[in-house]
């Protein structure tokens, strides 16, 4: 069992998790909102590193990430977890599953060591997963020919000891490390990671705090904040928003989102995807096309100058073209790459350099 990172005691056994914008008060014997931080004996641990519960090869697109390393693969990995409590969860199986346990313990103190011990052995053989090295993860990429490690399905954030230890690894070996995520780290977290962060797909599922929080069960502004903090931190970034019928798809949203983005930088691209009915959303509508290409037009009106349809393969909005003279650069299929004429980094028509990493 592993201590975790980004935490503080408080009185009557209660400890602060400092990790999340959650900010959890967890009492003696109970978990955070994720589900894999635990406060045993005033001390809090994660239950979950090293625990991988999948890790496939990935094209980097699939992110998705379209300025970073295209046509690249990546080992991508995850444990179970999520600090967020999405209604329209792809991932649901293993993002909520810890949240079904029952807590570890009676919520009183003065833990018997004995009894702590068989505890924390308890508790890892709930959770699923592999237990692995740190550098098991940096070997395997490296034997797959991957560029990349991405910290990915669920949320990496929850796994952060785990990511920060493999990161750092990975660095060291010139792999390069992403994260995708909902933005719901502290800046003192995001802080000591981002040296050794290179990429971060981040989902900005709305911008209405209220419909945000009945989505998310998490508040908006610290997501706004992470973007900005990425950024400010040189972690190349690219944000997606999932575009569902009824909560998020008035003009008036798709333009708040996109003037946020361009306010940012007008060089971070943007992923308007399609959303398909699934887990607590059973009742919603496939976004249609149209929606997601009014979503662009919205964002190339707000000053954005990539703005990408996503998950409508051959539809045309997954290609990218030169912000200047508009000629098409980089040809997709779903996660494919048809064919790319950027050279050295910029549009061959006219020499503009496009935003990126090694484009």
């Keep these: 069992m592993q201590e975790a990172l980004f935490w503080e ?21 109970r978990r955070g909102a994720c589900g894999v931080r635990v406060n045993l004996d005033e001390t809090l641990y994660t239950l979950v590193y090293g625990a ?15 300025h970073f390393r295209p046509g690249s693969r990546s080992y991508s990995i995850a444990t179970v977890g999520c600090n967020f409590r999405c209604r329209h969860c792809q991932n649901f199986e293993i993002s909520q599953q810890p949240k079904g346990q029952p807590p570890p313990l009676p919520e009183s103190g003065g833990v018997d060591p004995q009894v702590l011990c068989l505890s924390l052995r308890d508790l890892e053989a709930r959770i699923p997963g592999d237990r692995v090295a740190p550098e098991e993860i940096v070997q395997a990429a490296q034997r797959s020919g991957c560029q990349s490690i991405s910290y990915t399905y669920t949320e990496p954030t929850i796994f952060f000891e785990f990511a920060y230890d493999t ?22 977290a995001l802080a000591a990671i981002a040296p050794y962060l290179d990429a971060a797909n981040i989902d900005l599922k709305n911008f209405n705090d209220a419909a945000h929080k ?54 971070i691209p943007w992923h308007v995807t399609q959303f398909y009915p699934t887990y607590q959303l ?41 912000h200047g003279c508009r000629s098409r650069l980089i040809h997709r299929y779903g996660f494919e790459i048809l064919s790319n004429r950027i050279q050295a980094g910029c549009c061959p028509d006219c020499g503009l350099a496009i935003p990126g990493v090694a484009m």
Aim: hydrophobic share 40%.
């Design 9 to 29: 005691p408080l009185t009557a056994g209660r400890v602060l998790c400092n990790l999340c914008a959650l900010y959890c008060q967890i009492a003696p014997g």
């Design 167 to 188: 990161a750092r690894l990975a660095a060291a070996e010139d792999v390069a490390n992403v994260f995708v995520t909902n933005g719901y780290i502290t800046e003192e």
């Design 214 to 267: 009945r989505m998310t069960g998490a508040r908006l502004q610290p997501v706004l904040d992470a973007i900005r903090a990425y950024r400010r931190l040189g972690v190349w970034i690219e944000v997606t928003t999932l575009v569902i019928a009824g909560y998020n798809d008035s003009p008036e949203e798709l333009r708040d989102i996109a003037e946020f983005i361009a306010g940012v930088s007008p060089d």
């Design 282 to 322: 059973l009742d919603r509508e496939r976004t249609p096309l149209a929606t997601l290409r009014r979503a662009r037009d919205i964002g190339y009106e707000a000053g954005l100058r990539y703005v990408y349809e996503g998950n409508v393969p051959g539809e045309g909005g997954e290609d990218t073209y030169c």
């Design 52 to 66: 991988v519960v999948a890790r496939h090869i990935d094209p980097i697109e699939k992110k998705p990430l379209f």
